[in-house]
């Protein structure tokens, strides 16, 4: 059996995952309006500028003292009542019309992205992929965040957990496709046989050129609806716990959790 592996933030979709729930968690009265200017700074350093580790350590720091103390079941609603709206006009037909191929040859399809898995889950069902890999967060007895992770789905992380999600499955990865913008994720594109760099950052352009691997652009958003017909987000995967917010950071220190759908 073959795989295919899609990173989501500017690789399925055209912005920051997390980035674009900060208006509504605003509306919500969970974030401050300067949050959500400083989100959108953050939006744009990543999206045109990249992010460096030590910028990213800072934007892990700054989301966790953020959320501590917010109440899981308002952040669920909002996601809830704002997911589809929110990510369903950004996604690129570029990465729907693999998605189908990849589907159609008979591969397993995932999305593997350290956004949270209350947005990636959900994602992966409208898609009608196979599963995802994603963030999770620690809540307390009480249903509040906690400030701590459970695992974080990043760098090589996403590498051990395609490799434990492969092991499970029976993937064969050499045989498999790998799809991504970041060098962060130069460790989940190595351990494909098949690893694509969408939309590089300079240093994932530098590093496809030396290693020989395929680059492609993306560029067409189009709404989910107008491209495939797909089934109503349904209510229980759209909030499958502790939806962690997101003021606009790109990369999120949640930590690793994974949602393997139809598994054995």
């Known amino acids: 059996m073959e795989g295919a592996f899609f990173d989501l933030d500017k690789t399925v979709i055209a912005r920051a995952s997390i980035a674009a729930f900060g208006r509504h968690?605003?509306?919500?009265?969970?974030?401050?309006?300067s949050t959500v200017v400083r989100a959108l700074a953050s939006q744009f350093v990543y999206l045109h500028l990249g992010a460096s580790e030590e910028k990213l350590q800072k934007i892990r720091e700054s989301v966790l003292i953020l959320t501590r103390g917010w109440d899981q079941e308002e952040v669920s609603r909002i996601v809830r009542e704002t997911l589809d709206d929110v990510v369903e006009p950004i996604i690129y037909a570029e990465a729907l019309d693999l998605i189908e191929s990849h589907k159609a040859e008979g591969r397993r399809v995932y999305l593997v992205s350290a956004s949270p898995?209350?947005?990636?889950?959900?994602?992966?069902?409208?898609?009608?992929?196979?599963?995802?890999?994603?963030?999770?967060?620690v809540v307390d007895a009480d249903g509040r965040y906690t400030g701590e992770m459970a695992f974080y789905a990043y760098g090589e992380f996403k590498a051990e957990a395609i490799r434990e999600?492969?092991?499970?499955?029976?993937?064969?990865?050499?045989?498999?496709?790998a799809y991504s913008d970041s060098y962060t994720d130069a460790p989940m594109l190595e351990a494909v046989g098949h690893p694509v760099a969408v939309n590089p950052d300079r240093v994932l352009a530098r590093l496809a050129r030396e290693h020989g691997w395929e680059t492609v652009q993306f560029s067409r958003p189009v709404r989910l609806r107008d491209h495939v017909p797909v089934p109503s987000l349904p209510t229980a995967a759209a909030v499958t716990g502790v939806a962690i917010a997101a003021t606009g950071a790109a990369v999120l220190a949640w930590r690793y959790g994974q949602r393997f759908r139809g598994a054995s």
């Open 117 to 137: 898995e209350e947005i990636v889950s959900p994602l992966a069902d409208y898609l009608g992929v196979d599963g995802a890999i994603a963030s999770t967060a």
């Open 165 to 177: 999600l492969a092991a499970h499955e029976g993937i064969d990865l050499e045989a498999s496709y």
């Open 25 to 33: 968690f605003y509306r919500g009265g969970l974030i401050s309006r």
